[in-house]
């Protein structure tokens, strides 16, 4: 069983960055999807990020060119380096995978971390 733990969150002012991390305990081989998701306050969870096995990555619009997504494989983390920070990215920043998929929509994540912090101050 997979486990994800997140971590990097923090306080900062806009225009500010932050890089935050997820570590993958257990094993995820062949096909694959990892991804970065937030709640902000009152609001639904949305996908940000995402890049598969392949390498493909996608984000959503209000994000591309402030957001990047990576992973490292030797040190088996994902990353999400988040720049030009706004208030209105304030949430929680979730990591998620699904297994045996490429190329994956939203709803298809299955398996989710407990989240990170993200404050932006004006």
């Known amino acids: 069983q997979v486990q994800l733990v997140e971590s990097g969150g923090g306080s900062v002012q806009a225009g500010g960055s932050l890089r935050l991390s997820c570590a993958v305990f257990?094993?995820?081989?062949?096909?694959?999807?990892m991804g970065w998701f937030r709640q902000a306050p009152g609001k639904e969870r949305e996908g940000v990020a995402a890049i598969d096995s392949e390498g493909t990555t996608s984000y959503i619009r209000s994000v591309k060119g402030r957001f990047t997504i990576s992973q490292d494989n030797d040190e088996n983390t994902l990353h999400l380096t988040i720049g030009s920070l706004k208030p209105e990215d304030t949430a929680m920043y979730y990591c998620?995978?699904?297994?045996?998929?490429?190329?994956?929509?939203?709803?298809?994540?299955?398996?989710w971390g407990r989240g990170t912090r993200v404050t932006v101050s004006s």
């Open positions: 257990g094993y995820i081989y062949g096909s694959y999807c």
């Open positions: 998620a995978a699904v297994r045996d998929k490429t190329n994956c929509g939203w709803g298809d994540f299955n398996t």
